[in-house]
């Protein structure tokens, strides 16, 4: 088995400020994800890497920046926090170039912005 | 572009009722299709999925049918219990981009 590590598990921040989420898994997978969770929003996607050093934007991306640094960590920063922003950002890894891959998630960073 | 639409943002039942969360997707071709659960404090984590027309997944009392014709998904468990309270997902896999779309999420809570 494996697990998935988020850091920080809360987050508050500024208006305007630049904050960084960290992620890092050890099942050794390839393909990394971080979404955003807004209540009746579901998941949507941000960002994912097929591999290390690799960049997909996903469908919210636009006051995103991400970075791989290495296969088995993914960090997502918030350009310029907004207002009263609150949401649950969640990252995922999976196997890559597999049909039906399971994608395994972290417990999430809640982001409070004041 | 492939989408997922769950028609109950909430749902309240009592212990022992009968679960029903719609499913519907729009895509070509055969996607798999997932349930994902959701419990408090914790992130996603698979239910089941399946990838062919008629196919069933199942766990744990949870089962859901590939319905191509209906374009449909639907989640049913026969007999509810207050653990089963928690956030559930259904997604589709766009493999050529090598992620999943989510629906909305439906909140299912359970009074005992």
Redesign the interface.
């Known amino acids: 088995g494996g697990i998935i590590t988020q850091t920080p598990k809360f987050l508050i921040g500024q208006e305007g400020q630049k904050l960084t989420l960290k992620c890092q898994q050890n099942f050794n997978h390839d393909t990394m994800y971080w979404y955003r969770q807004d209540s009746g929003k579901g998941l949507r996607l941000i960002y994912y890497s097929i591999t290390e050093n690799d960049l997909q934007k996903g469908d919210l991306s636009e006051g995103y920046d991400a970075s791989r640094e290495k296969k088995s960590s993914f960090s997502l920063t918030v350009t310029s926090a907004q207002k009263n922003e609150m949401a649950v950002f969640l990252c995922a890894s999976s196997i890559a170039g597999q049909n039906y891959a399971e994608q395994f998630f972290g417990p999430g960073t809640r982001l409070t912005v004041l | 572009g492939d989408s997922v639409t769950?028609t109950e943002?909430q749902v309240a039942l009592s212990e022992e009722d009968f679960l029903t969360i719609h499913c519907n997707y729009s895509a070509s071709g055969y996607p798999?299709l997932f349930w994902y659960v959701q419990y408090p404090?914790?992130?996603?984590?698979?239910l089941f999925?399946a990838?062919r027309d008629k196919e069933k997944g199942s766990s744990r009392g949870f089962e859901a049918t590939y319905d191509k014709g209906t374009t449909s998904f639907h989640l049913r468990k026969a007999s509810v219990q207050e653990s089963d309270s928690a956030v559930y997902?259904c997604a589709l896999?766009d493999?050529n981009?090598?992620?999943?779309i989510?629906?909305?999420?439906t909140k299912l809570s359970i009074k005992p």
């Open positions: 769950q943002g798999t404090g914790e992130g996603p984590q698979l999925r990838s997902y896999e493999y981009q090598g992620k999943l989510f629906g909305q999420g």
